[in-house]
């Protein structure tokens, strides 16, 4: 489930953030493979932690396989902050996980994926791959033709940059929700993959669906099910 000037990116995400202030949420998905006779479930939540910093959390699982995802982040001057990130897969192959810690003391990352452990210099702004998601999130409010997120992907660094395509009215299981969708813009050689993602406008930009299609063209959709923004249930209009 992330090739601009640096200096120019990390700008405009401060004042970005700083004009959409976090909301705590919960959300549960379905998850339906299209290739697969069976579906599986997912879920995601934002929470803010006594410390004053916040968890993002993604869980999702099916018959043969589970994925669990989590950041913990907090906002400095107005800016969000990775400071843990954990990723585990199971199933579909070979089991994955992936460390990050992240010492903004020092300006290093620690970190630990498939070829052992690593260090890395921070520079301000880079994010994680889970807690870009909840930057762009966000930052869809503004109605910016496009956005750009800086993420360290295992040991590498990476731009994840995105298009809005405009308002979209979707049925779902809560009713009809008014949408803005988005397009994740990939390499000419990554073509054939494709990312788009629905996020409610009337509900803090929660992310209502997703549909992936990766390069061998197997393809899968999560549809939001359930969900709470800031303690109040997200509800649609009646179709």
Not at 136 to 162: C, H, N, P, R
Request: charged share 25%; glycine share 8%; net charge negative.
């Amino acid at each position: 489930m992330l090739r601009t000037s640096l200096t120019l990116l990390l700008l405009s995400f401060g004042s970005l953030l700083q004009a959409q202030p976090l909301q705590p949420f919960q959300a549960s998905y379905t998850a339906d493979w299209k290739q697969l006779p069976f579906t599986g479930t997912a879920e995601r939540s934002l929470q803010q932690q006594a410390d004053g910093t916040w968890d993002l959390r993604f869980k999702a699982s099916m018959l043969v396989a589970g994925i669990s995802e989590s950041s913990r982040f907090k906002l400095q001057d107005g800016q969000l902050q990775p400071l843990r990130y954990k990723y585990d897969r199971t199933g579909l192959g070979k089991s994955r996980k992936s460390r990050q810690h992240f010492d903004w003391s020092a300006m290093q990352v620690n970190g630990q994926g498939k070829d052992g452990d690593y260090q890395l210099p921070l520079h301000a702004g880079i994010l994680d791959k889970s807690s870009y998601q909840l930057a762009l999130q966000k930052d869809v409010a503004t109605g910016e033709d496009s956005l750009s997120y800086i993420v360290l992907d295992g040991d590498d660094l990476d731009t994840y940059d995105f298009r809005m395509l405009g308002d979209e009215v979707i049925e779902t299981p809560l009713g009809t929700l008014n949408t803005v969708k988005v397009e994740r813009v990939r390499d000419p050689g990554e073509s054939q993959r494709k990312t788009t993602l629905w996020f409610a406008k009337d509900w803090g930009y929660l992310l209502v669906q997703l549909n992936q299609v990766e390069r061998d063209g197997k393809e899968y959709t999560i549809m939001l099910q359930d969900g709470q923004v800031d303690g109040k249930k997200v509800t649609g209009t009646e179709r």
